[in-house]
């Protein structure tokens, strides 16, 4: 198998804002692999939080590529994925992630197969997805929920962590009013205290908040075990659940996990959490990172399986250099095209990138 590395640079309609930093632009290295004339795309993209540059996805991803040309076929390579990863020396997750979606993309196109078949589903995932609003002023705030409910968007998730809370409390409010039969999600992206969050949880559970993301900082597990054993509404654990060992410690003790394939290892990764938590009492939120169509049609394929899907990365960009999930209209949907179902835009067809 012959591989190809490549970078793009994806740029955000507008800055988001977060509790810990602002974003405007990333840098995604994608991978494509070819066999016998068909080809199969993957996607990493940059993160500061998680440690991601451009210099050193290159290198994994090229990496890779060198234990990739060791196997006949992407089907004894996705056989032999965890030994692979082991081979590269225990590589960033969401590069192992990035290698497996584009060996399913060739797998799926060599069998004539979607990759959500590949992956035990028998029709077409389609999931309503949250649509995310950064920390702005409850006037734009609630000028963004008019325009995206009227787009058909269903779930908006607004973030918070401000320095002062009542900022997010006037922000949620203005969503609420804007788009009032809307479920609300809230990210504060671990920005509240522990002394505050209970009491947090309690106002935004009165303004009909459905559920709330990470509210307290990484790095103390148990406490936001103890956190969700007594909130108001559900406690979804981000930051706090990165690996499968992660899932297993809070799994009946939050109400949520929030998987994302580039902080777990893959689709394959996402499965086995999914089936850990499956039954305990907390529920599957499939995530991402802003990225392009390609790097989130393999969580679309999964978005069966999840309670709450919020798979909207590549709809925060000013240009998608690929298609094929849609999204627009507040809906994700696998294509039922063998492979991932996405195609590359013009200026990476022109570049040479094949569907």
């Known amino acids: 198998m012959k591989c190809t590395v490549r970078t ?14 602002t974003t405007t632009a990333r840098h995604a290295v994608g991978l494509s692999v070819e066999h016998q004339g068909l080809h199969g795309h993957g996607e990493v ?19 890779s590529s060198r234990e990739l040309a060791r196997f006949p ?57 949250a649509r995310t609003i950064g920390i702005t002023t409850p006037a734009r705030a609630a000028a963004l929920a008019t325009r995206l409910a009227g787009q058909g968007f269903t779930v908006l998730k607004v973030k918070a962590g401000s320095p002062d809370p ?24 671990g920005g509240w205290s522990t002394y505050a969050a209970p009491r947090l949880l309690g106002r935004f559970a009165e303004l009909g908040v459905e559920a709330v993301e990470q509210p307290v900082a990484p790095g103390d597990p148990e406490g936001l075990a103890r956190l969700a054993a007594r909130s108001p509404l559900p406690v979804i654990a981000d930051e706090d659940a990165v690996s499968f060992e992660d899932a297993r410690r809070l799994a009946g003790r939050v109400h949520g996990i929030n998987v994302k394939l580039a902080k777990c290892g893959g689709p394959g990764a996402a499965l086995r959490i999914a089936g850990l938590i499956a039954g305990s009492g907390t529920d599957l939120m499939l995530g991402c990172l802003t990225a392009s169509s390609l790097g989130i049609a393999p969580a679309v394929h999964l978005a069966d399986r999840a ?47 094949r569907p």
């Open 8 to 21: 793009t640079e994806l740029r955000l309609a507008e800055p988001l804002r977060i509790s810990r930093s």
């Open 45 to 63: 993209v940059t993160s500061v939080y998680y440690g991601l540059d451009t210099a050193s996805l290159h290198q994994w991803l090229h990496r």
């Open 73 to 129: 076929d992407p089907e004894t390579a996705l056989t032999a994925l965890t030994a692979l990863t082991e081979n590269t020396a225990g590589g960033p997750p969401a590069v192992t992630a990035a290698v497996e979606s584009a060996l399913l993309d060739l797998a799926g196109k060599r069998a004539g197969k979607p990759v959500h078949r590949l992956l035990g589903a028998s029709t077409a995932p389609t999931a309503a997805t």
């Open 166 to 189: 009542q900022d997010d409390i006037a922000r949620v409010r203005a969503v609420r009013a804007a788009a009032p039969r809307a479920r609300l999600l809230l990210d504060p992206n």
């Open 307 to 353: 309670r709450w899907t919020d798979l909207d990365g590549h709809l925060l960009l000013a240009h998608d250099p690929w298609t094929g999930i849609g999204g627009d209209d507040g809906t994700v949907r696998a294509s039922a095209r063998p492979g991932l179902g996405v195609h590359p835009g013009p200026e990476l067809a022109e570049a040479g990138v």
